[in-house]
């Protein structure tokens, strides 16, 4: 008899997800390639937030952190600790923190990561066709070089400075967006529930 494990088809079917998240961003990364500066060691988006990652993202994120070595694995489960030790204590609302996979600023589960890791960087557009510079332009960073930061706008005159083609765009690519209902039936997942990563541990 052959058996099906459907907790197998969910997650094959979550990496061909991943594999169409991969294209449609890539194409955004391309045509935005003036304005981003990410560079590896960066890691400045994986540092002091929240990281909302569903149940299926958090899965898929646990099995690649099994792929690594012991060492890697150790440091990872210390900064889990050293984390959730500092959430006992704290008495903030929104508790933010350094992702625990971030090792000497570098994801150690880059192939892995979830929806909004992938996002990193890109200016959004809102709902009410509002953009949104990355958190980073304000460091000087992605977009910083075409965005009148005072007025959160772009500069015309830096643009046409730039000399470039490639208008400044923001996408679509909220979370609430990237993990609705239309995603889970075309791709037949379910993403589940959703939490800040750290607390996936508690
Ligand atoms: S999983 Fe990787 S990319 Fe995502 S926040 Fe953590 S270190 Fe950054
Ligand atoms: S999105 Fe911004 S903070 Fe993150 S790697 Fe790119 S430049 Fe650095």
Same mark, same amino acid.
């Given at each position: 008899?052959?058996?099906?494990?459907?907790?197998?088809?969910?997650?094959?079917?979550?990496?061909?997800? #991943?594999?169409?998240?991969?294209?449609?961003?890539?194409?955004?990364?391309?045509?935005?390639?003036?304005?981003?500066?990410?560079?590896?060691?960066?890691?400045?988006?994986?540092?002091?937030?929240?990281?909302?990652?569903?149940?299926?993202?958090?899965?898929? #994120? #646990?099995?690649?952190?099994?792929?690594?070595?012991?060492?890697?694995?150790?440091?990872?489960?210390?900064?889990?600790?050293?984390?959730?030790?500092?959430?006992?204590?704290?008495?903030?609302?929104?508790?933010?923190?350094?992702?625990?996979?971030?090792?000497?600023?570098?994801?150690?589960?880059?192939?892995?990561?979830?929806?909004?890791?992938?996002?990193?960087? #890109?200016?959004?557009?809102?709902?009410?066709?509002?953009?949104?510079?990355?958190?980073?332009?304000?460091?000087?960073?992605?977009?910083?070089?075409?965005?009148?930061?005072?007025?959160?706008?772009?500069?015309?005159?830096?643009?046409?400075?730039?000399?470039?083609?490639?208008?400044?765009?923001?996408?679509?690519?909220?979370?609430?967006?990237?993990?609705?209902?239309?995603?889970?039936?075309?791709?037949?997942?379910?993403?589940?529930?959703?939490?800040?990563?750290?607390?996936?541990?508690?």
């Amino acid at each position: 008899m052959i058996v099906i494990d459907e907790q197998n088809i969910i997650i094959r079917n979550y990496i061909a997800y #991943l594999e169409f998240l991969n294209q449609k961003l890539s194409k955004f990364f391309e045509s935005q390639k003036p304005y981003i500066f990410c560079k590896k060691g960066c890691g400045q988006c994986c540092k002091h937030s929240q990281f909302p990652y569903s149940a299926i993202e958090f899965r898929y #994120l #646990l099995s690649g952190a099994l792929t690594l070595d012991n060492k890697t694995q150790k440091k990872i489960e210390l900064n889990i600790k050293n984390i959730l030790e500092k959430k006992k204590k704290s008495r903030a609302k929104k508790f933010l923190y350094d992702c625990p996979f971030l090792i000497d600023n570098v994801c150690s589960v880059y192939n892995y990561r979830g929806v909004i890791c992938r996002t990193f960087g #890109l200016m959004t557009s809102t709902e009410n066709q509002k953009i949104k510079a990355p958190f980073c332009a304000f460091k000087g960073l992605n977009y910083s070089n075409v965005l009148n930061l005072r007025k959160k706008n772009i500069s015309v005159r830096k643009f046409k400075k730039l000399n470039t083609t490639s208008e400044p765009l923001g996408f679509n690519v909220s979370y609430k967006y990237l993990t609705c209902t239309d995603y889970e039936e075309a791709f037949n997942i379910k993403f589940g529930e959703s939490k800040p990563l750290i607390e996936w541990f508690l």
